[in-house]
């Protein structure tokens, strides 16, 4: 399954944008969520970063949490289409780390923040555990 490009509300930018400025210095991560084809993404569900480090540079979902989260999306009427997560001050490119950790057929949203700004967004996914990393086009667009 390749994906070549997908839909973000503008809402859903807007968070991303707003809530990895909150987080800077650290990484801030969530669940995106969808409905339908899986070709819009329309909502953020925001996770605590639950890595037990430099949460600088990296992201982990307590699995508990992850189920509640899950839980929630399915009871909206919602799907998983992916991940998001913040790099402060590095580039919005799936690190070593990154893509060690990449679930095939998700979409994976990555900003770039910085103490003054998110200077990028970029999508990314693979489908299958071996696969190449896929560069997805995001559009932005008025949820329905």
Partial sequence: MKRENI???????????????EAYPYEVCGILAGSGD???????????????????FFYSIDPEEL???????????????????SHPDQPAVMSDEDEKRMIPALVYIVSSVSSDCCSGI???????????????????????
């Fill in 7 to 21: 839909s973000v509300s503008n809402e859903v930018y807007e968070e991303m944008l707003t809530t990895a400025h």
């Fill in 38 to 56: 899986r070709k819009m993404i329309d909502a953020l569900y925001l996770a605590k970063n639950a890595y037990e480090g430099k949460k600088e």
């Fill in 67 to 85: 189920f509640r989260i899950e839980k929630r999306i399915m009871e909206n009427g919602r799907e998983v289409i992916g991940i998001y997560h």
């Fill in 122 to 144: 970029r999508a990314y996914m693979k489908d299958d555990p071996d696969g190449e990393i896929i560069p997805i086009t995001i559009g932005w667009a008025e949820a329905a």
